[in-house]
Structures are given as structure tokens and as C-alpha cells.
């Protein structure tokens, strides 16, 4: 891996997040999520969205960036407690990336006063959260483009560290 960096999402990146999700997505092992949820959980058309996101005082969107290339992206909201999103492109996976957004978001949500942080994930990134001390909550539907899918919501203490 080259060299990772991270930076506050631009208006103009909206493109990259947009491609960064639906390729992690779709890497999605049919054990997780079958190709008719996938489809639908994978944003179509969804710049606008996005770069609104960037723009909000609400989200913070980070962007993971090796050598220039946008490879991840982390969304926290710290007025809800929440990360909203962690998407790192399958190429590369297991690299650290994924771990590094998620420390950065914590970080921040510290910064910002969170005590207690809470991430609603795909059924794949549960084990993910777990190792890094997040506690399963049990599993919660929801439905996306009238299909109904199963996600975990796990959480986290941060006021002891």
C-alpha cells in the first residue's frame, strides 16, 4: 500500500464516494446479502445526495486517499452518536484502511463529545466491529427500495478511553 492519507470530503468527490460504495457493495459475499438486496441497497444515482452530505454541517465525511486514489470514506454524525457509513473499495481490503477510518471517526466523535457511539452495519462488518470493541445490539431490518434486508446495530463506550 502506498501512502494513506485522510482529508475532509469535497463537494467535488461525490463521484468517488458514490463509485467507492457500490463497489463495496458488490463485493458483498451472497452469504451476507443475495444480488436482489444488493441491487437494491446500491445507490444508483445518488451524487446529488452525496454532495450535499459533504456540504452539511450534520455529517462529517472523511475520505481515505492512497497515493491521490479516493480508496475508502467514513461518515460520522456526532449530533446522533452514529457512523452513517464506512465504505473501503475491495481492492483494498485488509489493509488497515477500514480500521484507520474508524479510529478517525471515533477521534472525531470524541472531539465532539460523544460518550457513546453507535453504528447500524451490514451483516459482513459485524465481526469488524466487534474486534474493535463495539457490542452487538441485536439485528434491525430495513427496507430499501421495497426490499427487506437485516443489518446489526452495535455500539461502543467512549467516554473510558
Known amino acids: 500500500m502506498g501512502d494513506l492519507q485522510f482529508r475532509q470530503a469535497r463537494r467535488a468527490d461525490a463521484d468517488d464516494l458514490l463509485r467507492i460504495k457500490r463497489a463495496a457493495i458488490d463485493a458483498i459475499a451472497d452469504e451476507h446479502y443475495d444480488r436482489h438486496e444488493r441491487a437494491a441497497w446500491r445507490p444508483d444515482d445518488a451524487r446529488e445526495t452525496f454532495a450535499e452530505a459533504v456540504e452539511s454541517d450534520r455529517f462529517d465525511v472523511l475520505l481515505a486517499v492512497v497515493d491521490d486514489d479516493p480508496v475508502g470514506y467514513g461518515v460520522l454524525n456526532a449530533d446522533a452518536g452514529r457512523i452513517d457509513a464506512l465504505f473501503v473499495r475491495p ?3 485488509r489493509e488497515g484502511i477500514a ?29 469488524f466491529y466487534e ?6 445490539r441485536g439485528a434491525e431490518s430495513r427496507t430499501i427500495d421495497g426490499v427487506e434486508m437485516t443489518f446489526v446495530r452495535l455500539d461502543r463506550s467512549l467516554s473510558a478511553e
Open 131 to 136: 474486534t474493535r470493541g463495539y457490542r452487538d
Open 99 to 127: 480500521s484507520s477510518l474508524l479510529g478517525q471517526l471515533e477521534m472525531r466523535a470524541r472531539m465532539s463529545d460523544v460518550e457513546e457511539l453507535m453504528v447500524v452495519a451490514s451483516t459482513n462488518a459485524t465481526a
Open 91 to 93: 481492492d483494498h481490503e
